[in-house]
């Protein structure tokens, strides 16, 4: 069921993209990706590149760090290692421009996938996982200066996972700064 829904988005986009384009404002940037979702890729570093006017693929690697918590039960202090995840993740973007004056403003839907790995004492936290996820968001190439700022959404469906994981994640939304090349 979900990875019919996730092929019904990705045939959408696929639709969408014969007959809407828009012209990309950069030709690559690379820079670092910021997610609040505390769950994984807290941090990770980006490398955009367009393949179409319209197509950009989007790579990102990064990791996540839950800290240490704790509980008391019967005056007793139980210790819990929350995991650390390395993440990796690849995305495909279809851009569609936003007329602003100035240009270089556009929104974009696609998807992709990820794979990661958590590390953790806690068997139930330890192991690999790897997903769906559709996308989007916006994206905004800064006039005159090598900068380019995005928002994205990623909820993801996980088809394999650690044990105490979900299969579900419907917050991943992330901020990213890149250093753009080409077309400035």
């Keep these: 069921m979900k990875i019919t829904k996730f092929l019904c988005l990705l045939v959408l986009v696929v639709g969408l993209s014969v007959?809407?384009?828009a012209q990309q404002p950069?030709?690559?940037g690379i820079g670092m990706?910021?997610?609040p979702s505390n769950?994984?890729?807290t941090v990770s570093a980006t490398y955009k590149f367009f393949i179409t006017d319209a197509g950009a693929i989007d790579l990102n690697a990064?990791?996540?760090l839950r800290g240490r918590s704790g509980y008391t039960f019967n005056n007793?202090?139980?210790d819990k290692v929350n995991p650390f995840t390395f993440a990796i993740s690849a995305a495909y973007q279809h851009h569609f421009e936003i007329p602003v004056r100035g240009g270089g403003f556009a929104w974009f839907i696609g998807g992709g996938l990820t794979a990661?790995?958590?590390?953790s004492d806690?068997?139930?936290y330890d192991g690999f996982g790897f997903g769906l996820f559709p996308t989007g968001g916006v994206d905004y190439k800064i006039p005159k200066i090598p900068l380019a700022v995005s928002a994205d959404y990623r909820p993801t469906f996980f088809l394999a996972s650690p044990k105490a994981r979900d299969e579900f994640f419907g917050s991943n939304v992330g901020v990213s700064v890149r250093y753009t090349f080409g077309k400035n």
């Design 39 to 41: 769950y994984y890729e």
């Design 122 to 124: 806690n068997g139930d």
């Design 26 to 28: 950069y030709e690559r």
């Design 76 to 78: 007793v202090y139980y």
């Design 116 to 119: 990661l790995r958590t590390f």
């Design 62 to 64: 990064g990791f996540g």
């Design 33 to 35: 990706r910021f997610s």
């Design 19 to 21: 007959s809407a384009s």
